[in-house]
């Protein structure tokens, strides 16, 4: 009775005993030494001159990575060494190319064994991967904290900075080409310099400008070729006294010069003045090739006098397609002139092989009839159809700028702004004008009447819009011709030539015998995404609708990608794709296809500065920040002692605890069963059961 009365004694004890849940506790100390991991950024922002060490009696600004050049020696490290290993690793070299990456160090350092804490050593600009927080997140809930070291000055420096250079992807030798160009200024003070624009045979153009302050200033030069050939254009802005940085001062972008044929197409009834002038304008350019089409209503065949005439309208998609202009004079949908197939077409060439189309209306109001067919959705402008015939006057109208007009190339006849103004107000004035009532949604108007308005505003007389691919104008008087009074050709011709290369510009980028490369924008940014179309014809000179066509991209750091452009299935030959661009500078281009065996080379140039840039402020905040989530702590870069003293106080990492619960072991439950057989087996055996 006493052995059982023992067994029942251990039972309850047991049972009491685990109801409080007992533990048996393991502590484990680490036999490696603790770490503090040294970071410090090594990207290109850090040759920023823009430290200052006061402590000093001669003040000098130094560079953010000279002075960091105490915290990487190993030797400043010594003193610690003693208690904790020391990893000293930089990031986001400048060598790399690449933009700061705060991220990836800190989540890398976050997996090195026995951590203790992280030492981040940077200017807290960074610019690519993910969000830096992200990784202090995960060191705070691994208790390691953060103790950043900002450098750099939270001001941006004195600087003047050449932001952009727009220069055209290809020009025409002996014509003008217009540079437009961006300057960023960090003075505080409005100053007037002259800027400079060198090209590569040694030519220089410049033009004196006023750099507004703290901001941006927009301007433009202009640069005639003389020869042909693959020039690069560097534009100089001269340094500044108070200026500390000069190494962004230029910038520089390629341009081919061609000696190039457009080959433009007139259609008109009657031989008017001002087609006379036109046909004349454009066939005495020698960079045009010039076909006319007079209908002349009434006789018995179409042409002319001389070999420019061609007697019918172009007959398949093969001919009409070489053209890179069209004017559309006086005409319309009738007996002996234009048909509804062949509006259609020429929407097509407009919409898909990026040529050009001029509406130039006049007195009989044909063109009302062409709005009716496909063409009317081309137009820039609505007509009034209760006055076919226009508004004429005895005494002359005239033109005036809109603000879009005063900044365009086809209304440049003079070099400045105000000369141009000045041109355009001097011009012999129109005694016709078309119906026009307004300019439809997405034209630009860049010159209106000076005197008529309607419940619109003024009437537009000259206006553009894009239209697929193409553009389009409308010349809404017949009196350019006049401007030749007393100056001969000088307005006239440049007017009209300006007007066939901007049109044919973008349709002339890059071409072959069978294939023609178009991208938009021309001149891309960085990170910009680049729409790609190509027109691929068969051996035939039929359009291809369907085949593989790629464009092979190498961009400046060698880098290749292949873009594969698919068909868009018209009648046309269009081929389309896209590209992001990465990297600034000129990409090389190899357009390919397979169906026909044709290649296409070509190049264009991105416009940007590399991720990483010199003379842009701090971002201390970045850094506090992590210092903040970690509970970590800020020590500025002149004070190394502070650091250490602050790292000699972390205590030593805590030991590894072990513990394992008793009152769930399987062996105590099978323990407790047995007791409890020996227990009910030994009643039963002195007869209490």
């Known amino acids: 009775m006493a052995m059982l009365e023992g067994i029942r004694f251990v039972l309850v004890f047991i049972a009491v005993v685990m109801l409080n849940q007992p533990e048996w506790v393991e502590e484990y100390r680490p036999k490696e030494r603790p770490t503090i991991a040294v970071l410090w950024d090594d990207s290109r922002s850090m040759d920023t001159r823009d430290v200052v060490d006061t402590s000093k009696q001669a003040v000098s600004a130094t560079t953010r990575a000279a002075a960091l050049t105490s915290l990487i020696d190993p030797a400043a490290w010594e003193s610690i060494r003693k208690r904790w290993d020391v990893v000293i690793q930089p990031f986001s070299s400048a060598k790399s190319g690449k933009g700061s990456d705060l991220y990836e160090p800190l989540a890398a350092a976050e997996k090195i064994p026995n951590l203790l804490g992280v030492v981040l050593a940077s200017d807290g600009d ?157 066939s005495r350019d020698p960079g045009i090739e010039l076909s006319c089409l007079l209908f002349h209503p009434g006789l018995s065949k179409p042409g002319g006098g001389n070999k420019d005439y061609i007697r019918q309208f172009p007959s398949g998609l093969d001919e009409l397609s070489k053209y890179d202009v069209v004017f559309l004079g006086d005409v319309g949908v009738e007996d002996g002139q234009l048909t509804t197939e062949q509006c259609r077409l020429l929407k097509g060439l407009v919409e898909r092989q990026a040529s050009g189309l001029v509406f130039m209306p006049g007195m009989f109001g044909r063109e009302f009839s062409l709005l009716d067919t496909e063409l009317g959705d081309l137009c820039p402008v609505v007509l009034d159809s209760g006055q076919p015939g226009g508004w004429g006057s005895r005494t002359p109208n005239h033109f005036e700028l809109t603000e879009l007009g005063r900044r365009s190339l086809l209304t440049k006849l003079a070099d400045t702004e105000d000369d141009n103004a000045e041109v355009w107000e001097g011009l012999p004035g129109f005694q016709w004008y078309a119906p026009v009532v307004r300019a439809k949604a997405g034209s630009d108007v860049l010159c209106v009447h000076k005197d008529s308005t309607n419940e619109h505003g003024r009437i537009p007389l000259l206006a553009t819009r894009i239209y697929g691919a193409g553009k389009v104008l409308f010349m ?153 989530v970690t509970r970590g702590k800020v020590i500025p870069v002149g004070k190394p002692d502070e650091l250490l003293q602050t790292l000699n106080r972390l205590p030593d990492p805590p030991p590894a605890i072990r513990r394992i619960p008793l009152w769930s072991q399987p062996v105590l439950a099978f323990s407790i069963i047995g007791l409890m057989g020996v227990f009910w087996v030994g009643r039963k055996a002195v007869g209490l059961v």
């Open 126 to 282: 960074w610019n690519e991967g993910q969000a830096p927080v992200q990784a202090a997140t995960r060191l705070r809930m691994k208790n390691v904290p953060l103790f950043a070291v900002p450098v750099g000055s939270k001001t941006r420096l004195p600087d003047v900075e050449v932001l952009s250079l727009d220069v055209p992807t290809f020009g025409v030798s002996g014509k003008t080409v217009r540079v437009p160009f961006t300057i960023d200024s960090a003075l505080p003070r409005d100053y007037m310099t002259t800027v400079s624009l060198r090209s590569s045979d040694g030519e220089v153009v410049s033009k004196e400008v006023r750099i507004a302050a703290m901001g941006r200033t927009s301007d433009a030069l202009i640069w005639k070729p003389k020869g042909s050939g693959d020039f690069t254009l560097t534009l100089n802005v001269p340094k500044h006294s108070d200026e500390l940085l000069a190494d962004n001062n230029a910038l520089s972008a390629p341009i081919a010069i061609r000696e190039e044929k457009l080959k433009v197409l007139v259609v008109e009834s009657y031989p008017r003045w001002e087609y006379r002038y036109l046909r004349n304008a454009l």
């Open 476 to 628: 809404g008087t017949d009196g350019a011709w006049r401007w030749r009074k007393g100056v001969e050709d000088k307005y006239h011709y440049r007017f009209w030539g300006q007007v066939v290369r901007w049109m044919a510009y973008q349709r002339n980028m890059a071409k072959g015998e069978t294939m023609r490369l178009y991208y938009t924008p021309d001149q891309p940014k960085l990170h910009q995404s680049l729409s790609i179309h190509a027109n691929v014809m068969d051996r035939g000179g039929e359009p291809l609708r369907q085949g593989e066509v790629t464009a092979r991209i190498v961009a400046p750091s060698g880098k290749a990608e292949v873009v594969r452009l698919i068909s868009e299935g018209d009648e046309w030959g269009v081929f389309a794709g896209s590209y992001h661009v990465e990297e600034p500078g000129k990409h090389q281009v190899t357009l390919t296809s397979k169906s026909t065996a044709a290649t296409l080379e070509t190049s264009f140039f991105a416009q940007g500065a590399t991720t990483e840039q010199v003379g842009k402020s701090a971002r201390p905040e970045v850094m506090e920040e992590l210092a903040h």
